[in-house]
């Protein structure tokens, strides 16, 4: 789980890059090298307005914004904008209704609405089926998408799932963390899980009440009520490794205990005769 960069963090560039319209923000360093001089392109089925009572500028139907390789889709785009001391303009705040869709060409976001808050440099994806897809995850949400650039986060919040492979941690928030790679990039550092946490592979499921995942080893740690599972078999703890690139699990107890059922597989009929003890 190595994105280089969160599907995310493009839509905060796109938006800040929207400050091009009358505007004192600059977008350098957001969009990556040779990025930042580029022109925005801007396209609407029913054209752009600069409603000045309003202090907004609203692209309608269809509504197409472009930078580079980086591409923010949507029914309407609104740029909030307000006077800045030196008597420019500022975008403040990006919203985004309707088949909203963030396309880079490793990335891929997606919600019915969409807002980036240029001040905090948070950007959140609502509605339904809201999906980030990379070249080796996808991660899913029901109640919310977000991106937390200062923090360097993202946020999948509601029945929030993160799969890879034929691996899958789920919780009812995943928050996860990225640090800078090479270049440009960032990469995925680790993947804090909060409520109702599921770790899973197609042979070992594995649940407690809050994990950690740590890109770089695939090790992952679960902490309150653990319990393992593997066909019929249980463990039962309150600590627990997982290790999910050799598939060999760890239960650890701070003092209640560790509880294993392990059942004997069914011979009735296989034979007659009782095994030998030596």
């Known amino acids: 789980m190595k994105p280089r960069l969160p599907a995310l963090r493009r839509l905060a560039a796109l938006a800040l890059a929207t400050a091009l319209l009358p505007s004192g923000l600059s977008a350098q360093g957001l969009l990556g090298a040779g990025q930042d001089k580029m022109p925005l392109e801007i396209n609407a089925d029913q054209g752009i307005e600069w409603r000045r009572d309003q202090n907004t500028y609203v692209a309608s139907g269809n509504a197409h914004a472009s930078r580079g390789d980086f591409d923010l889709f949507a029914d309407e785009l609104t740029a909030h904008y307000r006077d800045a001391p030196d008597g420019s303009s500022e975008i403040y705040k990006i919203t985004a209704n309707g088949n909203v869709r963030i396309v880079s060409p490793n990335e891929q976001a997606q919600g019915d609405r969409g807002a980036y808050d240029v001040d905090n440099g948070v950007v959140v994806l609502l509605g339904k089926n809201l ?10 949400a029901r109640d919310s998408l977000e991106y937390w650039e200062q923090k360097q986060m993202a946020v999948a919040r509601g029945e929030a799932l993160a799969r890879r492979e034929d691996r899958r941690i789920s919780a009812d928030v995943l928050a996860a963390h990225f640090q800078p790679g090479s270049g440009e990039s960032l990469e995925l550092q680790r993947i804090e899980a909060y409520g109702n946490v599921e770790v ?5 499921f594995a649940r407690g009440n809050r994990g950690t995942y740590f890109a770089d080893t695939e090790l992952a740690t679960l902490q309150g009520a653990v319990k393992i599972t593997r066909g019929e ?4 703890g309150d600590y627990a490794e997982v290790d999910l690139a050799t598939g060999v699990s760890r239960l650890l107890s701070s003092g209640s205990g560790v509880k294993g059922m392990i059942l004997p597989k069914d ?3 296989d034979s007659d005769t009782a095994p030998t003890v030596q």
């Open 131 to 140: 999906r980030l897809t990379t070249p080796e995850e996808v991660i899913t």
């Open 200 to 204: 899973e592979t197609d042979q070992e």
């Open 233 to 236: 078999n249980q463990m039962n």
């Open 267 to 269: 011979t009735t009929g």
